[in-house]
């Protein structure tokens, strides 16, 4: 009876809002508890993006560290994380709400999955005091969670298609497989930069990026994993450069970012940043196997000029 009627009421709705909104009132009318939330994995962030808070303290956007949220403990298995006394947890699950600021003591989160396996975030309940929660509410959970994945699926594609529209009418032109430069407009760029360090003394750092593990997969499984891994990596480059960077698809297993105004030394944050979401792409695609891995060389503007600089961190990837 559940589904049916939340089938209805979630898709008659006509914006995400609105879709969120209208889950978390079946939710919270099912589990009359403190919080009702939907929260989103974004690179190494978990982001509200819609939260009944009896309380009025939790809001709409606000974000936490992937590391320090419960969202992470839901990942690897994705299955149900069913904690009724936070302080009988382990120490892993006690300290969350420590770090975060949050005043619950019993939580209960369930992954909302895109038809692509891809693990879009949580849908969970928490309450201030202990809980016992039946099997009956973690299938109402999980349930409302499922039929997320109809509305956000339909949401993906019209943003997809929407970059689509939007990248086709930029310059210059974009790889269509990864939806980023070409090699032919990166070494563009990477001239434009030289010509600026020439003239203005503004240094500037390239990073070759290679996937790697292609060869050992079995040729019938080859095209299908390495269309998500190239993918994937086009996905974390973009959530963890800035926009003046350039990210661009070189070859068909290769990539490079160029970062102006930026020595390596100064690329060490990106650097972190970037381990930090390929580790999260890797937990929120468990059904792809093997692993996405890859092989990272730097170079900086102070090493050399415009394509010997390439051939550097060519030389640096074969190491």
Not at 112 to 136: C, H, K, N, P, Q
Not at 213 to 222: A, I, T, Y
Request: charged share 20%; with cysteine; proline share 5%.
């Amino acid at each position: 009876m559940l589904a049916s009627a939340s089938a209805h009421t979630v898709h008659e709705q006509s914006t995400l809002a609105d879709i969120f909104d209208s889950t978390l009132t079946l939710a919270a009318a099912a589990l009359p508890l403190r919080l009702t939330a939907v929260c989103r994995i974004d690179g190494s962030t978990s982001t509200i993006v819609a939260v009944h808070d009896t309380l009025n303290e939790l809001r709409p956007g606000t974000q936490f560290p992937l590391v320090d949220s419960f969202c992470l403990q839901v990942l690897p298995g994705a299955k149900p994380l069913v904690v009724p006394d936070i302080s009988l947890a382990g120490a892993t699950i006690r300290r969350i709400p420590e770090v975060l600021d949050v005043g619950i003591n019993a939580y209960l989160g369930v992954p909302i999955i895109l038809d692509t396996g891809v693990i879009f975030g949580t849908l969970w309940v928490a309450d201030t005091m202990a809980y016992v929660f039946s099997e009956r509410d973690i299938h109402v959970l999980t349930t409302l969670a499922r039929l997320l994945q109809y509305d956000l699926a339909s949401d993906v594609t019209q943003r997809q298609a929407e970059r689509q529209v939007a990248l086709a009418s930029l310059r210059p032109p974009i790889d269509p497989s990864s939806g980023l430069m070409g090699y032919d407009a990166f070494i563009h760029q990477l001239e434009s930069e030289e010509h600026r360090r020439r003239r203005y003394g503004k240094d500037y750092t390239v990073v070759l990026i290679e996937i790697k593990g292609v060869l050992q997969l079995p040729p019938l499984e080859q095209p299908g994993v390495t269309l998500t891994w190239v993918a994937g990596l086009a996905d974390v480059l973009m959530r963890t450069t800035r926009i003046t960077d350039c990210s661009a698809h070189l070859s068909e297993y290769s990539f490079g970012v160029l970062f102006p105004h930026m020595l390596i030394s100064e690329a060490i944050k990106w650097r972190m940043r970037f381990d930090e979401a390929v580790w999260t792409w890797n937990l929120m695609h468990t059904a792809i196997q093997p692993q996405l891995h890859v092989a990272i060389a730097t170079v900086d503007s102070s090493e050399g000029n415009g394509a010997a600089l390439i051939d550097l961190a060519m030389q640096r990837l074969q190491e």
